[in-house]
């Protein structure tokens, strides 16, 4: 989530190191760079052209039906601000209205709330609406007794950041357009306003805390169900939009080549290269992490970005963390038997590698591996299963072919690492415990799947 205290995030990756050009005043240098390369890349139009080629030829025919599990499609707002402050109990009555829960006969009369503060540098401003107060008689069931509200930030740097990103209209288009049609519990969205330009926006959405709910721990990692409940949500999440983009609506959502996804991670790695010495902890960067490396930078990302867009065409969260997630557990229950989904502002499309970027990014970081390998078939049987029973059977030949694929995916999860290394805050003690276990995981778990093999033959 936005506001959570020393977390390992996609998105703030990407951000920190353009804001680091804002510190050095490089920050319009550093856009300006990336703007040419995105014109550039728009003119080529490669991604068009790759996901017309692949529609056309027939490779993808699934059978997905839209999920639509709890039926509320949201409206565009049309009276709307964008900051917090300028929130009034008129806009929220026409977003409820608009999304169909609340009657012409009812409205906001009044709210409790307050603003979750999250520091400079995040991307976007929570306001916690604690109680609703509405005015008429029999108000309707399916009206929130609290609600969440998502501003964009107001921070010049980044907002700039989130501007060229896209961030804003890939979550706004992610509700308007697919959230309510795929059967994945996510936070219900009652409203959407993104600005032209993509510098402001305010999304009206369900407050998920609830006392059946709670968050991941990333230091902690996961338990061998509560990795399961997500890769059984992630397959369905998957499966709605492998090979049908276009027809379910989320072509809309940038692809992995995109001048801000993987040439800027590309680029980022080449920076975290000179500096990782000096973050890895040295115990764990040893020769054989050092040989790994070295593999990746012989590859080049930049091969690994070019066959991310190949094959069926597909649309990645892009930050599956626990951090992202809400599990849910009845009182009592030692274990989740559900959860709630969150944070679709780096939702990217591409090939088969990008769905598979998801799962090896959340297990090879989110699950310490010796618990992985000990129920490994188990879990990657349930996000395989379920993905081609949801009517995807057409991505992966078997079971082994999914399996063999996930060594190449896993390039995706070091080099993100790596990339990340100059952007670390190492000032507080949990930051620091984030980074070691991090890179624990990782490269234990790309041992255990035999990278180092998978980079050998490409590189032969």
Known sequence: MDSSAASVS????????????????????????????????????????????IERSGEAKPQVEAGGARGLTPGRLENWVAEPEGLTCVMLTEALRGSGVLGKDHTVKGIA???????????????????????????????????????????????????????????????LEAAHRINVRMPLCYGVAVSEDGAETMIVM????????????????????????VLLELAKFHAYS?????????????????????????????????????ICPPHLYDDEARELV???????????????????????????????????????????????????????????????????????????????????????QAYYDTLTHAGADFVFSNYQDFRSRLAESAVHLLTWLIAMAPSVDLSSDRAQLLVEVFFRRTFAFLKHLKTDAFLRDELE
Not at 256 to 268: L, S, T
């Open 10 to 53: 996609m998105k703030h990756l990407v951000s920190a190191s353009l804001l680091r050009d804002a510190k050095a005043n490089r920050l319009e240098e550093s856009l300006a760079e990336l703007r040419g390369a995105s014109k550039l890349w728009q003119g080529k139009q490669q991604h068009k052209a790759t996901l017309a080629r």
């Open 113 to 175: 709330s307050h603003v979750l503060e999250a520091g400079a540098g995040y991307l976007s401003k929570i306001l916690i609406i604690d109680s609703v107060d509405y005015d008429g008689e029999d108000v309707p069931a399916g009206a929130p007794a609290k609600l969440v509200v998502k501003f964009g930030t107001k921070f010049p740097p980044s907002q700039a950041v989130a501007q060229f990103m896209g961030l804003y209209k890939t979550e706004g288009s992610f509700y």
């Open 206 to 229: 369900e407050n998920i805390n609830q006392p059946d709910l709670y968050g991941g721990d990333q230091v902690k990692g996961c338990t061998v169900t509560e990795a399961k409940l």
């Open 242 to 278: 492998f090979g049908r983009c276009q027809e379910r609506g989320m072509d809309w959502a940038p692809p992995f080549d995109a001048p801000h996804i993987g040439p800027q991670q590309a680029k980022m790695f080449a920076d975290g290269l000179k500096k990782v010495e000096g």
């Open 294 to 380: 070295a593999l990746i930078a012989q590859y080049t990302v930049e091969e690994h970005v070019h066959r991310c867009m190949q094959g069926p065409q597909v649309v990645g969260h892009g930050d599956l963390r626990l951090d992202n997630v809400f599990f849910q557990r009845e009182q009592g229950a030692a274990e989740p038997h559900g959860l709630v989904m969150y944070d679709f502002q780096i939702l990217n499309r591409g090939g088969v590698l990008v769905a598979l970027h998801d799962l090896t990014y959340f297990l090879g970081g989110n699950m310490d591996t010796d618990l992985f390998v000990s129920h490994e078939e188990e879990l990657l």
